[in-house]
Nanobody
């Protein structure tokens, strides 16, 4: 069984910064891509950033230049550094990881979500 536990979401003023963390645990054999998605009220869940195994990263156009995704492979953890936050960044942020375990082939796992609110 795999768990993704997120942390770091909170209320922040426009222009501020936050760092989200997501740690994977369980009977993990290997992790491919790890990434972050977000869902604002009344909107569909959208990709924010993803980091493939080995380094390549992808960002949504709306966050390029402001957000940075990184991974600590030894800790099975992915981070999202968010700078110059805007009110439109307000959403529940979800961690996603493609994981192979001792008992299952590669599949997608989701965290429970962490709320980020950007408001003055």
């Amino acid at each position: 069984q795999v768990q993704l536990v997120e942390s770091g979401g909170e209320l922040v003023q426009p222009g501020g910064s936050l760092r989200l963390s997501c740690a994977a645990s369980g009977s993990i054999v290997s992790i491919n891509a790890m990434g972050w998605y977000r869902q604002a009220p009344g909107k569909q869940r959208e990709l924010v950033a993803v980091a493939a195994s080995g380094g390549p990263t992808t960002y949504a156009d709306s966050v390029k230049g402001r957000f940075t995704i990184s991974r600590d492979t030894a800790k099975s953890t992915v981070y999202l550094q968010m700078n110059s936050l805007k009110p439109e960044d307000t959403a529940v942020y979800y961690c996603n990881a493609q994981i192979r375990t001792l008992t299952s082939a590669l599949r997608s796992y989701w965290g429970q979500g962490t709320q980020v609110t950007v408001s003055s």
